[in-house]
């Protein structure tokens, strides 16, 4: 992780505890005798607190890029300093989308690659393969979790009785 990550990393958590509740737990790092790690007991509040992040970082990014353009600097040097592709559309009507409009740019998307991230449960340890929320039953979406994890069984019994189906 950089310095700079680190950093956001450390204001996020006081974003957390001091505009959302959020509670930090210091807990022993299994395997060590006196090493420790602090942990937010529920992310949600660090999720907010990202959130206030980006967007009030994506409010600098536009203040700095109004200064830049107010300086003379094209809409082509500011999507340079942005780090745009040179992918087909010009950089600067690229950077003009995503700052002023809004949008972001396309990305190419690989074939047969299926979006995806990855998290370790709590409930069961086991690291698990997130495709998202957009198929019904909890085992289309998430996949890695142990027979026994009460977290997926949890998902799988609310998916049952919203869904009114058996599954097996």
């Known amino acids: 992780m950089s310095a700079i990550s680190r950093r956001l990393q450390t204001l996020m958590e006081e974003v957390a505890i001091e505009q959302f509740e959020g509670q930090v737990v210091v ?17 949600l509040p660090a999720v907010r607190a990202a ?3 980006r967007d009030a970082a994506r409010r600098v990014l536009v203040d700095v890029i109004e200064a830049a353009r107010a300086a003379g600097r094209s809409w082509g040097e500011i999507g340079t300093a942005l780090g745009m592709p040179d992918d087909g559309d010009p950089v600067g009507e690229v950077a003009f989308a995503l700052i002023v409009e809004g ?29 998202g929320p957009f198929e019904s039953h ?3 979406n998430e996949s890695g979790h142990t027979d026994t994890c009460a977290r997926h069984r949890a998902d799988v019994q609310a998916w049952r009785a919203r869904t009114g189906w058996e599954d097996e």
């Open 27 to 43: 807990e022993p790092i299994e395997g060590y005798q006196i090493l420790t790690r602090r942990r937010l007991v529920d992310p």
């Open 51 to 53: 959130a206030v992040l």
């Open 103 to 131: 949008r972001e740019p396309q990305r190419t998307r690989e074939l047969f690659r299926v979006p995806s991230t990855s998290w370790r449960c709590t409930a069961c340890g086991e690291l698990v393969q997130d495709r």
């Open 138 to 140: 909890p085992g289309d």
